[in-house]
């Protein structure tokens, strides 16, 4: 590929001045493999360094896993997107909105599409608005549950944090959540299978993802990424000493398999789930999904009211939908992509984009928390397209 030097160059650099740890970039075009990269340490303690296996978490790039596990249900009719999800988990039937005066009833029920498209009003826990500490006080009850040995699987958590109102009347507007927790949820309702089950048996096996799970077995955890974070007093990377969300340490298959944040993957693993994608629901002969749930996967599903909320840096020119950005804006994303391009990325730097027009992924793996990479990614994109 034309301007590989440009590529390596800035990931040395990213490595060189410490914004992370180890860095592994890879792009495909036309289904093969035209670049691939990877410098740094995996573990700057333990002196290992990034190896094509290296294991990573994948947090938030669980979601595109789940759209599909969705989508498949969907195809067979199955699921119904606007379905109210009391339909499947009773827990969700009566939901309150909080609101600044105080508790009011949800106007409608919350619905598979509103979970899809995270405009349930269903958040995470934060601090800094009054629904997201609500939120935290019953992710903190797992917390303490989980310390004396009573964990909750799935179901139970997501059934349990129904209990928390929403922040908003659903459908009104855009908001990150546990949206796709909820869908996991609903997923094992609809099949009758752990989450797990059903990922390993209708996609993990199928697309020959042999290392993406919710745990790293023993055997593989010489392999697993040390996760970082970037202490600004000290200007370094300090080595992550906690999870969020719930998530467990990775030694053991969890109780609760988090369908919005929990798996652990490696670039060649989702390479194969981001190749089903760019090849229109088909991977080597494997048809997973048709051609035009794919379309639709990748169809920004925000209104323009609801767009207004989806205001991350990383979202520039983009919309959303089925727990994806997609381009919908070359000028404000500032962006020599195609329209149309969608993917997703996690909150310790794993990032995919999948472009059906050029037949195109690319996939950049990292491990440092908190996100603070938006200009690397777009670099890295402003490089690739170039190059085409």
Known sequence: MRNEAYLNELLQREVATGQVSGAQLRVLKNGKEIYRYYTGMADMEAGVPVKEDTIYRMYSMTKPVTAVAAMILYERGLLDLYAPVSQYLPAYRGQKVLTEQGLVDAEREVTIRDLMNMTAGIVYPDMWFAAGREMENYYQKFEEARRVGKEMTTREFMDFIAGCPLEFQPGERWRYGACADVMGAVIEIISGKKYSEFLQEEIF????????????????????????????????????????????????????????????????????????????????????????????????????????????????????????????????????????????DGWCGTYVAIDRAEDLVILYFIQRAGGGVASTVRKIRDIVYAGM
């Open 205 to 344: 096996t199928p697309l020959d993802m042999k290392d993406t799970a919710f745990y790293v077995p023993e055997e593989k955890w010489h392999r697993f990424a040390q996760g970082y974070e970037y202490n600004e007093a000290e200007q370094k990377l300090v080595p992550l000493a906690y999870n969020i969300l719930a998530l467990g340490d990775y030694r053991k298959p969890p109780a609760f398999e988090s369908a919005g944040a929990g798996l652990v993957s490696t670039v060649e693993d989702y390479s194969h789930f981001a190749l089903m994608l760019a090849n229109g629901g088909e991977y080597n002969g494997v048809r997973m999904l048709g051609r035009k749930t794919v379309d639709f996967l990748a169809t920004n599903q925000l209104t323009e009211a609801q767009l207004v909320s989806n205001d991350w840096e990383s979202l520039r020119g983009y919309g959303y939908g089925n727990f994806m950005r997609t381009l919908l804006s070359r000028a404000k994303a500032a962006s020599n992509g195609t329209e149309g391009e969608f993917g997703w």
